[in-house]
């Protein structure tokens, strides 16, 4: 066998090993390659389809699922000004619970959040990480991107 084939084929084989053993050291992938692109789509006058995480973030996919059934927008057009002014116009009237975060769908960052959102108290960690995990994923996307999202 030839010393570059020799060295390809190791190094598939390490990059096998590795992706195999990373779970089981509690690193996900995404912390070592960087997180997936969220894809180009067109469903629904998108323009990216982003796979939310509902295994890691089960309470906040719950609500998101729930709120797109009852009739919510699974579309979120990115606003980043209008963020203050649509968690302030969401969140009005209901009141903090102990122990829990009050969640909006669509979320504050999204033109479509504001008056009229759903809101569902789920627990902070779960509501955070998320909100960290999705301004993570959308950080290099601009106001006005449109972006899908399918909870799996």
Not at 29 to 42: C, Y
Not at 89 to 114: V, Y
Not at 116 to 140: C, F, H, M, T
Request: glycine fraction near 10%; aromatic fraction near 8%; charge should be negative.
């Amino acid at each position: 066998m030839k010393a570059k084939t020799k060295k390809q084929l190791i190094s598939l084989l390490l990059l096998i090993a590795l992706v195999i053993l990373l779970p089981y050291l509690g690193i996900e992938l995404d912390d070592v390659f960087g997180p997936s692109a969220p894809q180009s789509g067109t469903e629904q006058g998108s323009d990216y389809t982003l796979v939310f995480p509902a295994d890691r973030y089960p309470e906040t996919g719950k609500h998101i699922k729930d709120a797109v059934a009852a009739g919510a927008s699974a579309v979120c057009t990115i606003d980043r000004e209008g963020a203050e002014g649509n968690r302030e116009q969401s969140l009005r009237g209901i009141p903090t619970k102990k122990g829990f975060d009050r969640d909006e769908w669509p979320m504050a960052m999204c033109e479509e959040g504001g008056e009229g959102a759903d809101i569902a108290y789920i627990s902070p960690s779960d509501n955070r990480g998320a909100g960290a995990w999705v301004s993570n994923q959308l950080e290099k996307y601009p106001n006005g991107t449109r972006i899908l999202f399918v909870v799996e």
